[in-house]
T-cell receptor, first 114, second 111 residues
Framework: DAGVIQSPRHEVTEMGQEVTLRCKPI?????LFWYRQTMMRGLELLIY????????DSGMPEDRFSAKMPNASFSTLKIQPSEPRDSAVYFC????????????FGPGTRLLVL | QQQVKQSPQSLIVQKGGIPIINCAYE??????FPWYQQFPGKGPALLIA?????SEKKEGRFTISFNKSAKQFSLHIMDSQPGDSATYFC??????????FGSGTQLTVLP
């Protein structure tokens, strides 16, 4: 298996632009997580889906952030409009069902908003 | 509210030393405690995990010690190597729900 796939790996954009991050979870995994990592705040859970349904989006910082999972093999995290404070590394992770099953992280998308 | 507190923030040891990273949690409902290892430019990867029904778990050079009454758990790395230099995160979860991560410890093992 190729593991969790994220694209793009790096994104540089200007303030006010729309940014879309993409994730392909491991085949057969039914939970998907979006995290943001910064030096100041560490690793923060933004939202997670179970069987394509958003379960907890309390970590989404504000209405500029939205996430979708139209099917079991694809998810997007969108920021519109982007701001410099959104600069961070965004990780997607997936997990198979069951208690305490391991979360497998993707390589991350490094976002820089100028 | 931070539910998992991790210390120290950074740690430097000599090769062969035994770095110890500590975590404390608040929610007594947590029943799964993993440690993740992250190298620069990579995503975190599961290193070892423990459940509260045991007090210790070893996998190779990595050991988790768990103290349920104190609500604390720690990671020990035996015979540490420069290749162990990475950021380590503890985490906790309740009944297959989402993980709550600690703030991370940046470990440097000097050759």
């Amino acid at each position: 298996d190729a593991g969790v796939i994220q694209s793009p790996r790096h994104e540089v954009t200007e303030m006010g632009q729309e940014v879309t991050l993409r994730c392909k979870p491991i085949s057969g995994h039914n939970s998907l997580f979006w995290y943001r990592q910064t030096m100041m705040r560490g690793l923060e859970l933004l939202i997670y889906f179970n069987n394509n349904v958003p379960i907890d989006d309390s970590g989404m910082p504000e209405d500029r952030f939205s996430a979708k999972m139209p099917n079991a093999s694809f998810s997007t995290l969108k920021i519109q409009p982007s701001e410099p404070r959104d600069s961070a590394v965004y990780f997607c992770a997936s997990r198979a069902s069951g208690v305490g099953e391991t979360q497998y992280f993707g390589p991350g998308t490094r976002l820089l908003v100028l | 509210q931070q539910q998992v507190k991790q210390s120290p923030q950074s740690l430097i040891v000599q090769k062969g030393g035994i770095p110890i990273i500590n975590c404390a949690y608040e929610n007594t409902a947590f029943d799964y405690f993993p440690w993740y290892q992250q190298f620069p430019g990579k995503g975190p990867a599961l290193l070892i995990a423990i459940r509260p029904d045991v007090s210790e778990k070893k996998e190779g050079r990595f050991t988790i010690s768990f103290n349920k009454s104190a609500k604390q758990f720690s990671l020990h790395i035996m015979d540490s190597q420069p290749g162990d230099s990475a950021t380590y995160f503890c985490a906790a979860a309740r009944s297959a729900r989402q993980l709550t991560f600690g703030s991370g410890t940046q470990l440097t093992v000097l050759p």
